[in-house]
């Protein structure tokens, strides 16, 4: 607490760090996703290229709030 | 018959890929200060080069991408001298090249159905940029190879004379001698070219090259032109009424409630189709960052072993990344080809 300036690039590290929490269920997300389509691809082999395309897809949308928890991460660190 | 020729064969290339493993522990462990690995510099905005073109300045991932983009204009020109000769079975290079394109052909018409000729081009064409740009970038010698600038605070390195050829001196860092750096007020003031004629004391290197999709105005400016190319295939394909999916002023007037509501959701969709930009912007840039990161962090800790592994993670995930901006752009394309009122008639 005596070097106020160092104090808070700590605390804006550790908000950065609580901010990336958000990752926990875009993983959660995928990982069902890939579960999801690696169980179809298995029973339905034959379609397999569609299940594919719309698993990617459906990680994707997943993975959007993982990033969106990067850029709240990347704008307290760098610009806030 | 050939067999005992085949047993002589001295494994050269194992030999060599031994050695400069061994070469490269000797240089992390063992060796002279010179050539331990540094822990990079964290930096988010692309620094410039130096060079300028009227007063623009050319930044390290603007010149990645005119590389990227070379590479692809001659790739295209060789792509069509091949299709102008006349032979119908494409070999080596070529054969990768439609392999490729054949499968984006295949997903996009999946998708797109009748309207896939017209939409193919734009999604391929940022698939082939994004790929190229995200391969070019793990060449060795980029984010490695650049000027050497005077640091304001945090750890510099001193820097030491390798060769000078002619008038051009060749430096690198020096890990076995850091150099805290201090913030002084005069440094600002002074003069650039002072600074970069006389040496720094506390140095970072500021690379020539750096991946094209670490620098959010790549990102942000693929993600724009997707977007907007899907309210333009949106008005081609559907004409003024496309604009019905945000303003649903018929539902306002004849919804009864419901169609208050949907009157909201439409607004919805305006900010969706602006969520769309950032989640491009970021996805793409959040990756290739991270990965960015990942190589430069590992390769300082460890350098021997696990770096190789992580390089061909970065590969996969720069096709991955690539992919998946491509497949994006592809469904929102086409689903703004497509209109919504036949699902009301269900």
């Given at each position: ?15 950065a760090g609580l901010a ?61 | ?131 190229m740009a995200n391969m ?68 970072e290197v500021v690379p ?139």
């Amino acid at each position: 607490m005596n070097d106020p300036v160092a104090f808070v690039a700590g605390l804006k590290l550790l908000g950065a760090g609580l901010a990336m929490l958000g990752a926990i269920g875009a993983g959660v997300g995928v990982g069902l996703a890939a579960a999801g389509g690696v169980q179809a691809m298995g029973r339905n082999p034959d379609a397999a290229p569609i299940i594919q395309t719309n698993m990617i897809l459906g990680m994707a949308f997943a993975e959007a709030v993982a990033i969106y928890a990067l850029a709240v991460a990347l704008i307290i660190i760098f610009a806030a | 018959m050939t067999e005992p020729v085949a047993k002589k064969r001295i494994p050269v290339k194992r030999w060599m890929i031994l050695g400069v493993i061994a070469l490269g522990a000797y240089a992390a462990f063992f060796g002279p200060s010179l050539l331990k690995p540094i822990s990079p510099v964290v930096v988010l905005p692309p620094e410039p080069t130096g060079l300028s073109i009227f007063g623009f300045e050319i930044t390290n991932t603007i010149l990645a991408t005119l590389i990227a983009d070379i590479l692809l204009i001659l790739l295209a020109i060789g792509a069509y001298r091949f299709v102008k000769s006349g032979k119908l079975v494409p070999g080596g290079f070529y054969n990768a090249f439609e392999a490729i394109l054949e499968f984006l052909w295949n997903s996009v018409e999946g998708t797109a159905g009748k309207w896939a000729r017209r939409i193919f081009v734009i999604p391929a064409t940022i698939f082939l940029l994004v790929f190229m740009a995200n391969m070019v970038k793990l060449v060795p010698g980029f984010e490695s190879i650049g000027r050497i600038k005077q640091m304001h605070e945090g750890t510099g390195y001193a820097p030491v004379k390798l060769v000078s050829l002619g008038s051009l001196n060749l430096y690198t860092i020096d890990k076995g001698q850091p150099v805290e750096a201090t913030a002084n007020a005069e440094g600002e003031t002074g003069s650039a070219e002072e600074t970069s004629a006389s040496l720094c004391t506390a140095c970072e290197v500021v690379p020539f090259l750096r991946g094209s999709a670490t620098d959010l105005n790549f990102t942000f400016a693929l993600a724009v032109t997707a977007v907007v190319m899907t309210q333009v295939f949106g008005v081609w394909a559907l004409g003024i009424p496309y604009f019905e999916k945000f303003f649903q002023f018929r539902q306002l007037i004849n919804g009864g409630i419901f169609g208050l509501i949907n009157f909201g959701v439409g607004f919805l969709e305006i900010i969706l189709e602006f969520a769309k930009i950032l989640s491009f912007g970021f996805r793409l840039f959040g990756n290739i960052f991270a990965g960015a990161l990942l190589l430069s962090i590992v390769g300082a800790l460890t350098a021997v072993g696990v770096p190789p592994f992580l390089y061909l993670f970065e590969v996969f995930f720069g096709i991955i990344q690539a992919y998946v901006f491509f497949l994006l752009s592809t469904v929102f394309i086409s689903g703004a080809t497509v209109s919504h009122h036949s699902e009301e008639h269900h």
